[in-house]
């Protein structure tokens, strides 16, 4: 069991979905200030680093990966590659029910049963869902702030 219930920024959101600031590094940074965990979503090409949710958009550095709490969503093999010769908590999915994350976290469809070590996903998706994370280690949302 985990000490406290993880609250983690989907994309740096934390009152709804933003998607014209989301993954950029200022809005991932105050979502962290307000105390949250952060989802980003990480590319690796050429040679460098980089956040945005349907290709690269955001050049950064590799520490800043290093910042605390994050969840790094591995968009391509070659971040996943570079990302396996870290100790940082990532992670490859695409539209499974459950995958793992590096930090042995279960990550989950909202649709899913969970336990102490699973992360609920985006509940807002699924309405039978959305108002009961209870039993799950924490919740992943664009909404975090309702939890």
């Known amino acids: 069991m985990h000490e406290r219930f993880i609250l983690i920024s989907h994309?740096?959101?934390i009152y709804g979905a933003n998607p014209l600031l989301e993954n950029s590094p200022d809005y991932i940074w105050n979502a962290?200030?307000?105390?949250?965990?952060v989802e980003v979503d990480v590319w690796f090409k050429n040679g460098g680093w980089w956040l945005g949710h349907d290709s690269p958009q955001y050049d950064i550095n590799f520490a800043f990966l290093y910042m605390?709490?994050?969840?790094?969503?591995?968009k391509n093999y070659e971040a996943l590659q570079q990302l396996i010769q870290t100790?940082?908590?990532f992670?490859?999915?695409t539209d499974e029910d459950y995958v793992l994350t590096s930090k042995k976290f279960?990550?989950?469809?909202?649709?899913q049963h969970g336990s102490d070590h699973t992360i609920c996903v985006m509940p807002e998706?699924?309405?039978s869902v959305v108002d009961s994370v209870e039993g799950f280690a924490g919740v992943c949302?664009?909404?975090?702030?309702s939890y």
């Open 11 to 13: 994309r740096g959101n």
């Open 32 to 37: 962290i200030e307000h105390g949250y965990d």
């Open 68 to 74: 605390p709490n994050m969840w790094l969503h591995c």
């Open 87 to 89: 100790e940082l908590n």
């Open 91 to 93: 992670f490859y999915h």
């Open 106 to 111: 279960i990550w989950a469809h909202p649709s």
């Open 125 to 127: 998706q699924d309405a």
């Open 141 to 145: 949302s664009d909404w975090i702030s």
